[in-house]
């Protein structure tokens, strides 16, 4: 059975609190999978580390044959647009045995859509 990774890539920041966040989602990813799944990474376009290919080729270094990347962005603007696809060409290259796919941004999903909204119902409802 092919093992399966996940990348979670963010935008990045200066201050390393942003990232908390994406942590957090990550060790609940990881969680919800269990032990025996794939692992569970983070990367980030810019200002953090580690890059897409870097965790990339880190989990190709496990021995993982597919990974999945999901752009953790509200919506699909030019880092998705442009910069990503660059950047999975140059995963591609580099890991020619290992499976890369990419879905959408986290935030063009309509149940992320609806947990939001109800998040905000939340705020209003106090």
């Known amino acids: 059975?092919?093992?399966?990774?996940?990348?979670?890539?963010?935008?990045?920041?200066?201050?390393?609190?942003?990232?908390?966040?994406?942590?957090?989602?990550?060790?609940?990813?990881?969680?919800?999978?269990?032990?025996?799944?794939?692992?569970?990474?983070?990367?980030?376009?810019?200002?953090?580390?580690?890059?897409?290919?870097?965790?990339?080729?880190?989990?190709a270094a496990a021995g993982v044959s597919i990974v999945t990347v999901v752009p953790v962005f509200f919506g699909q603007g030019g880092h998705i647009r442009r910069d990503l696809p660059a950047i999975l060409d140059q995963c591609r290259a580099a890991n020619p045995t290992v499976e890369i796919r990419c879905s959408t941004a986290v935030g063009e999903d309509d149940e992320v859509i609806e947990a939001i909204a109800a998040y905000c119902l939340r705020q209003t409802s106090s």
Do not use: N
Not at 27 to 32: V, W, Y
Not at 34 to 42: E, F, I, R
Not at 48 to 54: C, K, R
């Open 1 to 59: 059975m092919a093992s399966h990774g996940i990348v979670l890539f963010a935008h990045g920041a200066r201050d390393a609190r942003w990232a908390e966040p994406f942590e957090r989602l990550s060790t609940r990813l990881r969680a919800l999978r269990g032990p025996s799944a794939g692992p569970v990474s983070l990367a980030f376009l810019e200002l953090m580390s580690p890059d897409l290919p870097t965790a990339v080729a880190e989990q």
